[in-house]
């Protein structure tokens, strides 16, 4: 165990205890109102600048010690999912269909923990930005913060960021440079046609059947488009449409997740789910409508600060527990606008043998919040020294 993590322990309790109450009381994308409160209420009693409010719920903690005039910023996201946990756990989520089953709780923990130690040491010089981030699930809530002036009011010289992964081995770090996560773009997609009694079709036009049709049409996209080469995904995440069986309902929604890792994939994409939705649509005798979402990007991670971050890992937790090149996924983080505003990395620690981020029975394991926790801390006293 390296010297900050064994330090980091002594902070364990207080992280149990943040990590417990965050767990137990989670708020939606962009509406994280109590959550921001509470993690700004403990940054204050800890003697940093701190700037609440800043695109809408984002928290932005600001800390100069010494003479050095470098700056970093460390971003957490505090957001959690519309998913009803199933997890029977002593801090389970109190409200009902809404959960941290991402592990965002976990981010924010780790980060207070660094806070608190940075806070308590002062082992820096310079200025370090503790950003917590709302709205990472829709990809509001970068955008939000950087048009709300994050980086003109808050400079840093470089960002970075950190995600829990499930199925990497737990406490090992994964670094890679370029492009590591994909684009995203959620769309809904609306099929309204004309509602009637189950034991008559012949007087309805049924979007269900037309929906069915356009979900197994979708599958075809990235097979039949897309260089095998390339990544892309889309996904149909969810099916709305009726109440009861005898009733043929007047409209259905499919809720979409499209990801792709290239601008021209994406306009490839986009444009064939566009027209296979006005086809099928057009041929079921349905209208239709499309709802586009906020957008995602690339996640491109700068060669140079991987690097750099990478060679601060080794050398904290050992050459043991960093891998490099680490995996990329098509999985997507607003952490991407940032990247693009800043130069900087997102690396992964492992969560070990849990299931997946987003399953209702996903646990974030605690062991590895002193340790997430170090490496903020290593990382600041490295850039900032």
């Not at 957001?79 to 981010?107: F, M, W």
């Not at 296979?276 to 499309?290: K, M, P, V």
Request: aromatic letters at 8%.
């Amino acid at each position: 165990m390296n010297a900050i993590v064994r330090n980091m322990e002594a902070y364990r309790e207080d992280m149990t205890r943040w990590f417990t109450h965050l767990h137990s009381h989670p708020e939606l994308s962009m509406q994280e109102r109590d959550t921001s409160h509470f993690i700004a209420e403990l940054l204050r009693s800890w003697g940093y600048d701190v700037a609440e409010g800043v695109g809408r719920h984002g928290v932005v903690a600001s800390m100069t010690v010494g003479s050095g005039g470098a700056a970093i910023g460390l971003r957490a996201d505090v957001d959690a999912l519309p998913i009803q946990e199933a997890n029977d756990l002593p801090y389970k989520s109190r409200t009902p269909g809404v959960s941290h089953l991402c592990g965002h709780d976990g981010h924010t923990t780790m980060l207070l923990g660094a806070a608190k130690y940075l806070a308590d040491r002062r082992t820096f010089s310079g200025t370090v930005r503790l950003i917590f981030q709302p709205g990472e699930e829709t990809m509001e809530g970068a955008p939000a913060m950087i048009a709300d002036g994050l980086f003109d009011r808050f400079p840093v010289d470089a960002v970075f960021g950190l995600h829990n992964m499930p199925g990497l081995e737990k406490g090992r770090f994964h670094f890679a440079a370029g492009e590591v996560m994909a684009a995203v773009d959620n769309w809904d997609i609306e099929l309204t046609g004309k509602g009637g009694h189950g034991s008559m079709p012949e007087h309805s036009i049924d979007p269900v059947v037309a929906g069915a049709s356009l979900v197994m049409a979708l599958q075809t996209i990235v097979s039949r488009n897309v260089s095998p080469q390339n990544r892309a995904v889309v996904t149909v995440g969810a099916f709305l449409a009726g109440n009861a069986g005898n009733v043929i309902p007047q409209s259905a929604c499919l809720r979409l997740s499209i990801r792709t890792t290239t601008p021209e994939d994406r306009d490839l994409v986009l444009a064939r789910v566009r027209a296979t939705a006005r086809a099928q649509a057009e041929s079921f005798g349905c209208a239709l409508t499309i709802r586009e979402g906020q957008p995602g990007a690339v996640l491109v991670n700068d060669a140079g600060e991987t690097q750099r971050a990478c060679d601060i890992a080794r050398a904290a937790f050992g050459d043991a527990n960093v891998v490099f090149p680490g995996p990329t996924f098509l999985g997507s983080e607003d952490f991407a606008f940032m990247l693009q505003a800043r130069k900087g990395t997102y690396c992964f620690i492992g969560n070990g043998n849990t299931k997946m981020v987003h399953h209702p029975e996903y646990v974030f394991d605690q062991d590895i919040l002193p340790i997430g926790a170090a490496y903020w801390v290593a990382l600041t006293e490295a850039m900032l020294k």
